[in-house]
Each structure stands twice: as C-alpha cells, then as structure tokens.
C-alpha cells in the first residue's frame, strides 16, 4: 500500500511539473530570444555548485547579467 501511495504522489508530481513547463516555456522563450539578441549566442550560463551533502550539481541559468 505504501508503494502505490508513493506512485500516485510520483506520478502527480510528475504531471504538476509538465503543466509547469509548459506553462513557463513560451516566457524562456522569450528570454532566450532577448538574450540571444542583445548578448549574442551563449544564452545559458553553466557554473558547478555543491548541493546537499556536497555533491557538485550543474547549475544552468539565463546569461541575464
């Protein structure tokens, strides 16, 4: 029962988060194409961090500074 339980609340997350994408894509769009054109190619900025018990993650946002 704890499995079908941890199934349903996966699959729900799963959903929320496509209609978040999208939802927001034609806004990253925007911003990608804005960036792209003020800013030239490159519209992501890549940097590596350290997450939770310090393993490194790849943080990618919007090259907006």
Do not use: C, D, N, Y
Request: charged share 10%.
């Amino acid at each position: 029962m704890i499995a079908a339980a941890e199934a349903v609340r996966r699959s729900v997350s799963l959903g929320t988060a496509l209609v978040g994408l999208v939802l927001t894509a034609p806004l990253a769009l925007a911003v990608a194409l804005a960036v792209r054109l003020t800013m030239g190619s490159g519209v992501l900025f890549r940097q590596q961090r350290l997450g939770l018990g310090g393993h490194p993650f790849m943080l990618l946002k919007f090259r907006t500074m």
